[in-house]
């Protein structure tokens, strides 16, 4: 569990992560991130709009360890886009984790006035309290707008990606801009149609492996850096063992043929960059 993929600037992120989007929230939530950190995990990701920072900051709080030896990922949110609501919001959300950095910091979607919210990034990256800058939910438009307005480029791009779904495009582009790819839903949210495939079925028997853990690996020899999330302790355990196997050139080819070119999550030029429901929702989350 100690591979990491390094940043442009030479930061090492765990290249496994733990995901806490949708995790419910008390003693279920409690449970799978003690579990976590008990099986290994140190780097989580989270956002505000999750609603569970606090909760995450309390649960690594008790663990003990020091923070140093956690990598933490939060992100502002589309409401929180802007110069002074970002420094804002990343104080906030530094209180709520109870932190003084944190490791990484996004902007969660490519919404209106990302430009200036990133001013305020590269601020508090000079400061010292982000360790790696960057973004999630970027189409290739948005990191050429966004790299021809910025004086430090995005590190980092969390997008959707799984074998249905695999960014080649996108993924060539984060390669030879030296932009890690991060993968959200790398299990297309757990989807029975890609996890039940009898290719990956196949693939899995011959390694002894589950079908999961053959789509994390094939992640992982890609270069990609991968979050997944559960909430089941043998799941969160599963998840972690990608390390004692590798998929074999014609494996990856298999995993490769499964592309659909189907999303399983909202499309990023969508709503959420739309200026008017942004300024809809601004009535709602504060
Ligand atoms: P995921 O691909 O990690 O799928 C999670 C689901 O897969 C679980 O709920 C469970 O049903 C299933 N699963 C997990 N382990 C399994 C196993 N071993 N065998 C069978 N099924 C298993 O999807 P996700 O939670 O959407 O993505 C992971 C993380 O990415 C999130 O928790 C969140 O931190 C992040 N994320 C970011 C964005 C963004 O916009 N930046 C969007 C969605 C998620």
Known sequence: ????????????????????????????????IRE??????RHFDTAKIYGNEEALGLE???????????????????????????????????????????????????SPHYVEAWKAMEELYSEGKIKVLGVANFEIQHLEHLMAHSRIPPMINQIETHPEFPQNELHDYLVQHRISHEAWGPLGQGNKALLERKELAEIARHHKKSAAQVILRWHLQRGIIVIPKSSNPKRIKENSEIFDFELTAEEMEKVNRLNTGKRYSVNPTGYIVNPFYVKLMKLFIR
């Open 1 to 32: 569990m100690n591979n990491v993929i390094e940043a442009k600037n030479g930061v090492k992120i765990p290249q496994l992560g733990f995901g806490v989007y949708k995790i419910k929230k008390g003693e279920q939530f409690e449970r799978a």
């Open 60 to 110: 690594i709080q008790k663990s003990g360890i020091p923070r140093e030896q956690f990598f933490i990922t939060s992100k502002v949110w589309t409401t929180d886009l802007g110069y002074n609501a970002t420094k804002k919001a990343f104080e906030h959300t530094c209180k709520k984790l109870k932190v003084e950095y944190l490791d990484m910091y996004l902007i969660h979607f490519a």
């Open 36 to 41: 976590a950190i008990r099986v290994g995990y």
